[in-house]
């Protein structure tokens, strides 16, 4: 597990712990913390959408000889 400065937590994790937990625990009917789901990762996908046609890694390699 990587070790977080005091005061740095990620903004994701501190709304999961501050707002999501509590709110999980009341809608689940937990009686303690440690009953209450965790989140282990989580994977942002940002996509850039369609390579241009002009970029040299979208044509594929001519088989011409010179």
């Known amino acids: 597990m990587t070790?977080?400065?005091a005061g740095t937590l990620p903004r994701l994790k501190e709304r999961y712990l501050n707002v999501?937990?509590?709110?999980?625990?009341?809608e689940l009917g937990l009686a303690n913390v440690m009953q209450v789901p965790r989140l282990e990762k989580i994977v942002l996908n940002?996509?850039?959408g369609r390579a241009p046609s002009s970029s040299p890694s979208?044509?594929?390699p001519s088989a011409t000889s010179s």
């Open 58 to 60: 979208s044509r594929a």
């Open 3 to 5: 070790t977080i400065e």
């Open 20 to 26: 999501l937990r509590p709110q999980l625990q009341e």
């Open 46 to 48: 940002c996509g850039v």
